[in-house]
């Protein structure tokens, strides 16, 4: 035999062993009548929301018919729906502007994955164990049902806990009025970034208790202190659209970007000028700049009003924050502070930021409050170029009261956990839907354990994760492309943006939009349950909602309800007419004008010589988005890691202590350690090291389960002074060399990265 | 050994060696209608959630590669001769072709808009019936379609916005009972169309 028959014949058999290795059964299964009359090959583009974060960015979605297989009535079989193929932003939406971040465009691996929760389960193994059963819809009803009703009867509706991510809109209105009319616990809403604390220092100084919106398109100069406002902070496309403006988008000077970190951030990446500085001294550093206005006659301390008031000293023009008396508790030199400070002033409208971790230390509202002040002494408070606090539209049905007002912080979780630890009777059945405290906050809290204490846990979820997987009954939610949406967002545009979006597809699974479960439940629990959630599902709520919009001047004019109705789900929301911003009221007014404290840290810098500053993932944000296989592959825009987590540090640290690029190292704090690849780069200070937060899941999906460590479990529980917050940026941690390896993985794939995921 | 005896044997190797694999291979074909007929379900749950251009047999494979194609058997046998002499329109059932790339094939809803009341008792509407019944659509075969391999991309409403008859590619259906492929759709018959009405007969007007 030649060589070349060989050849031939070896790619034949090998050719025909691979495709052996994997048929695909689908043309043996029965078809389903389809529920949808759609024309093959022509793509249609609904509007829906974007739920991946808090910023609430419109989207289109491509939906064109296709095949599913899925399960109906316990039969596998193929179905012809329309199926969404891509998200883009929605053009119209005041918010996204017709873009959509890299996380965005992920949503729809949510909707296709494959470990998403496929039906009602109930626990059958040990806790925690994860071994579930599947039960029917009318068990799951039933059991949820009989928990609840037994508490009633009990008269310890108190012992109702419920557990949500941060809610808006109509879903809110639902959640929240489900639990005042059972009489349960108020609804916590928990998210590890929820920025409560510039939330609250905003109330103080402005009297407006929101994230604010940052009009970049007209700033001429911006001073960032760690906000990472192109990646993750806030919401993130309105700012890079705005930001994309005040670089390119209009004719004469870009305006100039500042930005003030320890160490530096994708969004740091792209500033003009980036300021290293100590951890915790950006108040310092903002009054700081302050003094140079004040003193330099660039600006009166009058001028400042309120927001100024609050700082102590600021009538006195700051005496104590001189540039040459704080330069080296900032370590950033006096020429620099009062160069800024002079540039600032110059080139109005000039605006402040704070976010991430300068808010997340022990003295973050103060440093809020001093930016708060910086701001309104630059007089770019509520003015074109500045910060500015969006009307949100608070129509809740008709039933005002129980979505307003209250904003919760990671703390409130912390204060379940206590309370359950103290009194484990305190909660007898705890409803969770979308958040998962477990992995996202630290050991301390010990809210695992806290949880493992409660009788009955029932979850929304869609996937399990690492709180899900406690619950005793499962009540999977539809995944958003298939739900019902709407949202108001409380910053990103100077418009009041009502959004709304109908289902873009059918469920693809045996789930159940969380909002109808509670309405059917109202139902069945009758009396005043059902007295206060009159509406029959959750559209029917939302068309109630939004039918108070119509004679307001808005994007949508209509001749009747009906009509009202139609163009607001065509164009995704509903949004006013006019850019307007709320009026600012005086805040708060403290006992006495806030003083500075400094930062505490927890950790002597003798034992814990580093700051440790995890930040949020430009992919896996807060860790909720780690199982999304699109997010795993992307690499890291600055460090191009993917598939894992890092350490980052300083060449002169890793030098002095012998560390090489991509060697394993341990850093642990007083209260844990972790271990993970270090990655040596420039942009850190040397006593700073930084790891994002995302990674190091234990239980959640087959792509983020036990892959790199998670920086939250070794937080020291430290809280913000005045907002009780946890203070993410306050642990001091000591590292130590483990062995050299090559475990960082430089664009490398999945199976290279996860031997395992090969014999799956 | 002469020099040709040695090919003679080499060939005679290689035929043998094919001859095995072939019969492997249609025995593995053969495994399958089993489970065509009683599939078990654990199997089809674990089937892949990963997109394969792959075949669901071998034989299907080696079919594909010699471009023969099976006879599609349609599980109910429609007659459009029978829908078209009573006065239907082709568009009737196969909406959108003046649209869209492909035109709809009815679902059994659609059927059964007429067959309620129309020769109900029937046969072939009788399992029209029972497949409604059971919530079921009628998985009809498909009858002429591309391979995916010959990468070609064919849009149905520029041609029929051109004024070609549905017949000129799909033939005379009022004399057909169930569709089969009267016209072969090589490339040959595209380009000399194409020529015919002098449009384009560039490689990416198709093949993108």
Same mark, same amino acid.
């Given at each position: 035999?030649?060589?070349?028959?060989?050849?031939?014949?070896?790619?034949?058999?090998?050719?025909?062993?691979?495709?052996?290795?994997?048929?695909?059964?689908?043309?043996?299964?029965?078809?389903?009548?389809?529920?949808?009359?759609?024309?093959?090959?022509?793509?249609?583009?609904?509007?829906?929301?974007?739920?991946?974060?808090?910023?609430?960015?419109?989207?289109?979605?491509?939906?064109?018919?296709?095949?599913?297989?899925?399960?109906?009535?316990?039969?596998?079989?193929?179905?012809?729906?329309?199926?969404?193929?891509?998200?883009?932003?929605?053009?119209?939406?005041?918010?996204?502007?017709?873009?959509?971040?890299?996380?965005?465009?992920?949503?729809?691996?949510?909707?296709?994955?494959?470990?998403?929760?496929?039906?009602?389960?109930?626990?059958?193994?040990?806790?925690?164990?994860?071994?579930?059963?599947?039960?029917?819809?009318?068990?799951?009803?039933?059991?949820?049902?009989?928990?609840?009703?037994?508490?009633?009867?009990?008269?310890?509706?108190?012992?109702?806990?419920?557990?949500?991510?941060?809610?808006?809109?109509?879903?809110?209105?639902?959640?929240?009025?489900?639990?005042?009319?059972?009489?349960?616990?108020?609804?916590?809403?928990?998210?590890?970034?929820?920025?409560?604390?510039?939330?609250?220092?905003?109330?103080?100084?402005?009297?407006?208790?929101?994230?604010?919106?940052?009009?970049?398109?007209?700033?001429?100069?911006?001073?960032?202190?760690?906000?990472?406002?192109?990646?993750?902070?806030?919401?993130?496309?309105?700012?890079?659209?705005?930001?994309?403006?005040?670089?390119?988008?209009?004719?004469?000077?870009?305006?100039?970007?500042?930005?003030?970190?320890?160490?530096?951030?994708?969004?740091?990446?792209?500033?003009?000028?980036?300021?290293?500085?100590?951890?915790?001294?950006?108040?310092?550093?903002?009054?700081?700049?302050?003094?140079?206005?004040?003193?330099?006659?660039?600006?009166?301390?009058?001028?400042?009003?309120?927001?100024?008031?609050?700082?102590?000293?600021?009538?006195?023009?700051?005496?104590?924050?001189?540039?040459?008396?704080?330069?080296?508790?900032?370590?950033?030199?006096?020429?620099?502070?009062?160069?800024?400070?002079?540039?600032?002033?110059?080139?109005?409208?000039?605006?402040?930021?704070?976010?991430?971790?300068?808010?997340?230390?022990?003295?973050?509202?103060?440093?809020?409050?001093?930016?708060?002040?910086?701001?309104?002494?630059?007089?770019?408070?509520?003015?074109?170029?500045?910060?500015?606090?969006?009307?949100?539209?608070?129509?809740?049905?008709?039933?005002?009261?129980?979505?307003?007002?209250?904003?919760?912080?990671?703390?409130?979780?912390?204060?379940?956990?206590?309370?359950?630890?103290?009194?484990?009777?305190?909660?007898?059945?705890?409803?969770?839907?979308?958040?998962?405290?477990?992995?996202?906050?630290?050991?301390?809290?010990?809210?695992?354990?806290?949880?493992?204490?409660?009788?009955?846990?029932?979850?929304?979820?869609?996937?399990?994760?690492?709180?899900?997987?406690?619950?005793?009954?499962?009540?999977?939610?539809?995944?958003?492309?298939?739900?019902?949406?709407?949202?108001?967002?409380?910053?990103?545009?100077?418009?009041?943006?009502?959004?709304?979006?109908?289902?873009?597809?059918?469920?693809?699974?045996?789930?159940?939009?969380?909002?109808?479960?509670?309405?059917?439940?109202?139902?069945?629990?009758?009396?005043?349950?059902?007295?206060?959630?009159?509406?029959?599902?959750?559209?029917?709520?939302?068309?109630?909602?939004?039918?108070?919009?119509?004679?307001?001047?808005?994007?949508?004019?209509?001749?009747?309800?009906?009509?009202?109705?139609?163009?607001?789900?065509?164009?995704?929301?509903?949004?006013?007419?006019?850019?307007?911003?709320?009026?600012?009221?005086?805040?708060?007014?403290?006992?006495?004008?806030?003083?500075?404290?400094?930062?505490?840290?927890?950790?002597?810098?003798?034992?814990?010589?580093?700051?440790?500053?995890?930040?949020?993932?430009?992919?896996?944000?807060?860790?909720?988005?780690?199982?999304?296989?699109?997010?795993?592959?992307?690499?890291?825009?600055?460090?191009?890691?993917?598939?894992?987590?890092?350490?980052?540090?300083?060449?002169?640290?890793?030098?002095?202590?012998?560390?090489?690029?991509?060697?394993?190292?341990?850093?642990?704090?007083?209260?844990?350690?972790?271990?993970?690849?270090?990655?040596?780069?420039?942009?850190?200070?040397?006593?700073?090291?930084?790891?994002?937060?995302?990674?190091?899941?234990?239980?959640?999906?087959?792509?983020?389960?036990?892959?790199?460590?998670?920086?939250?479990?070794?937080?020291?529980?430290?809280?913000?002074?005045?907002?009780?917050?946890?203070?993410?940026?306050?642990?001091?941690?000591?590292?130590?060399?483990?062995?050299?390896?090559?475990?960082?993985?430089?664009?490398?794939?999945?199976?290279?990265?996860?031997?395992?995921?090969?014999?799956? | 050994?002469?020099?040709?005896?040695?090919?003679?044997?080499?060939?005679?190797?290689?035929?043998?060696?094919?001859?095995?694999?072939?019969?492997?291979?249609?025995?593995?074909?053969?495994?399958?209608?089993?489970?065509?007929?009683?599939?078990?379900?654990?199997?089809?749950?674990?089937?892949?959630?990963?997109?394969?251009?792959?075949?669901?047999?071998?034989?299907?494979?080696?079919?594909?590669?010699?471009?023969?194609?099976?006879? +599609?058997?349609?599980?109910?046998?429609?007659? $459009?001769?029978? !829908?078209?002499?009573? *006065?239907?329109? @082709?568009?009737? &059932? #196969?909406?959108?072709?003046?649209?869209?790339?492909?035109?709809?094939?009815?679902?059994?809803?659609?059927?059964?808009?007429?067959?309620?009341?129309?020769?109900?008792?029937?046969?072939?509407?009788?399992?029209?019936?029972?497949?409604?019944?059971?919530?079921?659509?009628?998985?009809?075969?498909?009858?002429?379609?591309?391979? +995916?391999?010959?990468?070609?991309?064919?849009? $149905?409403?520029? !041609?029929?916005?051109? *004024?070609?008859? @549905?017949?000129? &590619? #799909?033939?005379?259906?009022?004399?057909?009972?169930?569709?089969?492929?009267?016209?072969?759709?090589?490339?040959?018959?595209?380009?000399?169309?194409?020529?015919?009405?002098?449009?384009?007969?560039?490689?990416?007007?198709?093949?993108?």
């Amino acid at each position: 035999m030649e060589r070349r028959d060989f050849l031939k014949i070896s790619a034949a058999t090998g050719a025909v062993a691979a495709l052996e290795g994997c048929g695909n059964p689908d043309h043996q299964l029965i078809r389903f009548v389809p529920e949808e009359d759609m024309l093959p090959g022509l793509a249609t583009w609904k509007p829906s929301i974007c739920t991946l974060c808090p910023a609430g960015c419109g989207m289109l979605v491509r939906v064109m018919q296709g095949e599913a297989e899925v399960v109906r009535n316990g039969q596998l079989g193929i179905l012809k729906m329309g199926l969404p193929k891509k998200l883009e932003g929605n053009p119209a939406h005041p918010i996204s502007h017709g873009r959509l971040c890299p996380r965005g465009q992920a949503g729809l691996q949510v909707t296709y994955h494959p470990d998403r929760i496929k039906t009602p389960l109930a626990r059958s193994g040990p806790r925690g164990s994860g071994q579930f059963q599947e039960i029917t819809w009318d068990e799951a009803m039933k059991q949820l049902l009989s928990h609840l009703t037994a508490l009633q009867t009990s008269n310890e509706q108190g012992k109702i806990g419920f557990l949500t991510s941060p809610l808006r809109g109509q879903r809110k209105t639902i959640v929240h009025g489900f639990a005042a009319a059972l009489k349960a616990a108020p609804p916590i809403e928990f998210a590890f970034l929820a920025s409560r604390t510039i939330q609250e220092a905003n109330a103080w100084s402005f009297g407006s208790d929101a994230l604010p919106t940052v009009d970049l398109s007209h700033s001429n100069y911006l001073i960032s202190f760690g906000a990472d406002f192109l990646g993750t902070w806030n919401s993130p496309v309105a700012q890079s659209v705005g930001y994309g403006h005040m670089r390119n988008g209009r004719t004469g000077q870009p305006g100039k970007f500042v930005q003030v970190e320890s160490r530096i951030s994708q969004t740091g990446a792209s500033a003009d000028e980036w300021i290293p500085s100590q951890p915790g001294m950006d108040g310092v550093f903002a009054l700081s700049l302050a003094h140079v206005i004040l003193s330099e006659k660039l600006g009166t301390a009058g001028a400042a009003g309120h927001a100024g008031a609050l700082i102590a000293g600021w009538s006195e023009g700051l005496p104590d924050y001189a540039p040459a008396a704080v330069e080296k508790q900032i370590g950033v030199p006096a020429a620099t502070i009062s160069r800024i400070a002079r540039e600032a002033a110059a080139n109005a409208p000039a605006v402040a930021l704070i976010g991430d971790g300068p808010a997340a230390h022990t003295n973050g509202f103060f440093n809020a409050l001093a930016v708060n002040a910086l701001n309104a002494v630059l007089g770019s408070v509520g003015k074109p170029g500045g910060i500015v606090f969006s009307p949100v539209w608070t129509s809740q049905s008709g039933k005002p009261g129980a979505a307003e007002g209250k904003k919760d912080g990671e703390s409130s979780v912390r204060t379940l956990a206590e309370q359950i630890h103290a009194t484990p009777d305190s909660v007898k059945v705890l409803l969770v839907d979308g958040a998962n405290p477990v992995f996202a906050t630290p050991m301390a809290w010990r809210v695992r354990e806290a949880f493992e204490k409660v009788p009955f846990i029932a979850s929304f979820g869609s996937f399990i994760d690492e709180t899900t997987v406690l619950a005793d009954l499962i009540l999977p939610d539809h995944s958003p492309l298939e739900s019902w949406l709407d949202d108001s967002p409380e910053s990103g545009s100077t418009k009041t943006v009502a959004s709304l979006a109908p289902p873009a597809m059918q469920p693809l699974h045996n789930t159940r939009s969380m909002p109808d479960v509670l309405l059917d439940l109202a139902h069945q629990l009758g009396g005043p349950v059902a007295a206060a959630l009159p509406w029959k599902t959750y559209d029917d709520a939302l068309k109630i909602a939004f039918s108070s919009l119509q004679k307001q001047k808005g994007s949508v004019s209509a001749t009747d309800a009906d009509d009202f109705w139609t163009k607001v789900k065509d164009q995704g929301g509903w949004w006013s007419a006019e850019d307007k911003s709320v009026s600012l009221a005086a805040g708060k007014i403290p006992a006495a004008a806030v003083k500075n404290t400094a930062p505490q840290f927890d950790g002597s810098p003798d034992q814990f010589p580093f700051h440790f500053l995890p930040f949020a993932s430009q992919l896996c944000y807060d860790g909720s988005l780690a199982h999304l296989p699109w997010m795993q592959e992307s690499p890291d825009p600055l460090s191009t890691v993917m598939w894992g987590t890092w350490v980052e540090m300083n060449p002169r640290t890793a030098e002095k202590l012998a560390i090489k690029q991509g060697d394993t190292i341990e850093v642990a704090s007083q209260h844990g350690s972790l271990r993970a690849p270090a990655l040596i780069a420039p942009g850190i200070a040397p006593d700073v090291i930084a790891m994002p937060i995302g990674q190091g899941h234990t239980n959640f999906t087959r792509y983020a389960s036990g892959r790199g460590a998670n920086p939250i479990s070794i937080l020291a529980p430290m809280v913000e002074s005045g907002t009780g917050s946890l203070a993410w940026a306050a642990t001091r941690v000591k590292i130590s060399h483990i062995s050299e390896g090559k475990i960082v993985m430089f664009g490398a794939s999945l199976t290279d990265a996860s031997p395992e995921l090969k014999h799956r | 050994m002469s020099r040709s005896n040695l090919g003679l044997k080499r060939c005679l190797r290689v035929t043998v060696f094919l001859g095995m694999i072939i019969l492997v291979l249609s025995l593995l074909d053969r495994t399958s209608p089993a489970q065509d007929t009683a599939p078990p379900p654990q199997t089809m749950t674990q089937s892949s959630p990963i997109f394969t251009p792959a075949h669901r047999t071998v034989m299907d494979a080696v079919r594909e590669f010699f471009g023969s194609r099976q006879k +599609p058997v349609q599980p109910i046998a429609y007659t $459009h001769k029978v !829908h078209l002499a009573n *006065g239907m329109q @082709c568009t009737d &059932c #196969h909406v959108g072709v003046d649209r869209g790339p492909d035109a709809r094939i009815p679902s059994v809803n659609f059927c059964m808009t007429c067959h309620q009341v129309i020769a109900t008792d029937k046969p072939e509407i009788k399992k029209l019936a029972a497949y409604r019944a059971r919530g079921e659509d009628i998985p009809w075969q498909r009858v002429y379609g591309f391979l +995916p391999s010959a990468h070609v991309k064919f849009n $149905h409403a520029p !041609h029929i916005r051109a *004024g070609v008859d @549905c017949a000129q &590619c #799909h033939g005379d259906m009022t004399k057909q009972t169930v569709a089969v492929r009267m016209v072969d759709h090589t490339m040959g018959f595209c380009v000399q169309c194409h020529r015919e009405k002098n449009v384009s007969v560039d490689c990416v007007a198709c093949h993108y």
